[in-house]
């Protein structure tokens, strides 16, 4: 799904009626706000846009959730929010039915799903659990991963919320579930089935609750967020505030590649940033403009204001976007490292 090409826009979000957010790393960073996030917010339920918000974050409950965006001055509803917790119980429901018996490794998210959907909770692998259920948890024990790993190797099925290998904090980047995920998979013969993003399930029940006819998802990760847009076939805006940022777009391939690219949520409330085609193997955004040299080495036409860096990134993506799509051996691995030191500073 596409916006409408034809509409004369003022604002990126004039092409939507409705926006989907990722949380960690977008609208904030452990317990802290990203800046100006909840002013912008504000001013898109003013613009009259449809609000849903999207995590792969299973350990929290959609009310716990509701409770610290509100604390940020963020309006919403419990059913503005679906967990990957909800989609992984949805997809046990769906196969077992009321009543089915299911080992939980997680949180009060976890939990809360499971009631929600009907499903028994139990601890351990003697309890013969038809299915194992796993999600993110700060505390999660050895001894929780052992009697999920006891019970898919006795046939359980195996449903992971997400495999997010990270999670970004406000001290920075820590193991996320997938980390966990992974040290499950050591013991067992299987794979999970992945409930969360970039996975369908989660993303179509919120478009569903919203009703959205042209919506944007908004997030900070490549492989989840965006992909998860891609294989949905909606439009996505990347935002920097998060775990991924130059190195990981310039080497993006297919669905994983975003629509738009800004520094952070309130770029839906900016212009859009439009790549344009200006020579052969040169393409510009503003007053930056992309080039491969001799070399084989992507170089900008000069170096950039710190409110030029976004311009810069973009014109590089596209161009390097080109080339990967062209069999064309362009390396952009220094720029992307130079961009990136100049947004950690300019941060």
Known sequence: MTAD??????????????????????????????????????????????????????????????????????????????????????????????????????????????????????????????????GYHPDLSWQAITEAALAIRQGAF???????????????????????????????????????????????????????????????????????AGNLDIDSLLVLTGSHGPVQLFSAMGIERPTHLGASVADLLLAERVAEQTGEDKVAVGDIEASIDRQQQLRLSREPADDELLDAIWAAAKLLWQCADADLPVSGLELAGRLSNRLDSHH
């Open 5 to 134: 090409p034809t509409k004369e826009n003022r604002v990126l979000i004039d092409r939507y009626d409705s926006a989907l957010f990722d949380l960690d790393g977008v609208i904030y960073l452990g317990p802290q706000p990203v800046p100006g996030a909840a002013e912008a917010l504000d001013r898109l339920h003013d613009h009259g846009v449809r609000i849903g918000y999207v995590t792969n974050n299973a350990a929290r409950t959609p009310a716990a959730v509701v409770d610290q965006l509100r604390g940020f001055g963020i309006a919403c509803e419990e059913s503005d929010v679906v967990t990957s917790a909800q989609a992984g119980a949805r997809e046990l429901l769906d196969r077992f039915g009321p009543g089915a018996r299911v080992l939980a490794v997680g949180g009060d998210g976890l939990q809360t799903a499971l009631d929600e959907a009907g499903l028994v909770r139990v601890d351990s692998a003697d309890d013969h659990p038809v299915a194992v259920i796993q």
């Open 158 to 228: 195996w449903v992971a919320t997400n495999t997010d290998p990270t999670r970004p904090t406000e001290r920075g980047l820590v193991p996320g579930n997938g980390a966990a995920v992974a040290a499950v998979r050591a013991a067992v013969e299987v794979d999970p089935v992945v409930a969360g993003k970039p996975y369908r399930p989660l993303m179509e029940e919120t478009v569903r609750r919203l009703k959205a006819d042209r919506p944007i998802f908004v997030g900070d990760r490549i492989d989840t967020d965006i992909a998860g």
